[in-house]
């Protein structure tokens, strides 16, 4: 017998000629012997395809023992490596999980979901540690500090709350947004944080006395994303108007992305609160984040990921177009970045591969967010799973 544990989906495109959808259902079967199982995948893939055997299957997933395929298409030069689950955490939430973060030991996770709960699990079972109750309504974001030991989140009560992962309690609770919080950023090592709003301002905060230290921006619109980076020396962030506030803690030559609801990506200096660019995507920017000192990534609802240099940002370095999905998450990740969309689609793509590796499991339910430990990647999904997969799997 056959037991399902993951699908994907790839494709191979090529102007002026067909293109193909391909469905791959990975299956753990425990009564056949692997050499047979091995031809009889391969040639059960090539008939259901009915493509030419150019197409290359290198790899099965046998026995619970290998749990990726690659299937590459030389031709076209288009290759994709699938990846299945190592484990899926499924009693964290009853619905559908809308964020989640790794603390920085990889000991703990913390999860946001539908159902109204903000929740601190072991990240190697899923077992539950901590529930963290006090927001009004549903809690849109949440990520720990780098210590691990500390959460922040914000709220659709407009409410930015701390909280202790060692005894759930809420230490600090900032009120002054006006809207929902979409997304938060942690300066260094957290003395400061910023928020963005549906209010339509980004604000930075001062942790140890729960105050305000300004308004960063005021956009008018939905901020959906925001992403703090250090800048390059060869970007000029401007000088502050009036002098910073001491409680600012290393905010000096830091940038703050905002993702905004009017298909514009900005970026100001942290500390000057001087514009560095705006640049005019094709639809709502949804996320951001920043690659490198000068290197930058912005997804939109309408499936496109811009990298833009921030050095000459009027022109992207490229557009990544898979599918008309929504970008709902976008990562730095080594020497690439992890990204997903509303389609299920969650992948990797990395300079030193001539492969995309893609991360099955979720079928076209939204992948809101991924999170990641040293070789450990989690995804937080519409289906209310939390699902862990190995890179040391591939």
């Not at 209010?199 to 300004?214: E, H, M, Q, V």
């Amino acid at each position: 017998t056959a037991t399902p544990m993951a699908h994907g989906s790839s494709w191979c495109n090529a102007p002026c000629k067909p293109t193909f959808f391909l469905g791959v259902l990975l299956v753990s079967i425990c009564s056949l012997g692997a050499d047979f199982l091995s031809s009889l995948c391969t040639q059960a893939l090539i008939q259901f395809l009915s493509l030419p055997t150019s197409l290359l299957i290198s790899a099965m997933y046998l026995l619970g023992q290998t749990k990726s395929i690659h299937i590459s298409c030389p031709k076209e030069n288009a290759s994709s490596k699938f990846l299945a689950p190592y484990t899926t955490f499924s009693r964290i939430h009853a619905k559908s999980i809308t964020c989640l973060d790794i603390s920085s030991g990889g000991g703990l996770g913390v999860s946001s979901s539908t159902d109204g709960s903000m929740k601190i699990w072991q990240a190697s079972n899923g077992e539950l540690r901590r529930v963290l109750e006090g927001h009004v309504f549903d809690v849109n974001c949440c990520r720990f500090f780098p210590s691990g030991l500390v959460v922040l989140s914000g709220g659709m009560d407009a409410q930015l709350k701390i909280w202790s992962a060692e005894d759930a309690s809420c230490v600090v609770t900032f009120k002054g947004h006006k809207g929902g919080i979409l997304d938060t950023a942690i300066v260094e090592r957290g003395k400061n944080v910023v928020s963005g709003s549906r209010d339509g301002t980004a604000r930075l905060w001062d942790c140890g006395r729960s105050a305000c230290l300004g308004v960063i921006a005021d956009c008018g619109c939905s901020i959906n994303g925001v992403a703090v980076g250090a800048a390059d020396n060869s970007i000029n962030l401007g000088s502050p108007e009036q002098t910073p506030s001491e409680r600012e803690v290393g905010t000096e030559s830091k940038m703050l992305l905002l993702a905004r609801e009017d298909k514009k990506l900005q970026c100001v200096g942290l500390q000057s609160r001087q514009p560095v660019f705006l640049f005019i995507g094709s639809d709502a920017f949804n996320c951001c984040t920043f690659l490198s000192g000068f290197l930058l990534l912005a997804g939109t609802q309408d499936g496109n990921i811009y990298q833009l240099d921030v050095r000459n940002p009027r022109a992207p370095v490229q557009v990544i177009h898979r599918s008309g999905a929504p970008v709902l998450s976008l990562l730095s990740f080594r020497d690439g970045f992890i990204a997903s969309q509303g389609d299920g689609s969650s992948f990797i793509v990395q300079q030193d591969l001539d492969y995309v590796i893609e991360l099955t499991g979720a079928d076209c339910d939204p992948v809101y967010k991924v999170a990641t430990w040293e070789k450990q990647i989690y995804t937080c999904c519409r289906d209310g799973l939390v699902r862990r997969y190995q890179l040391s799997d591939l």
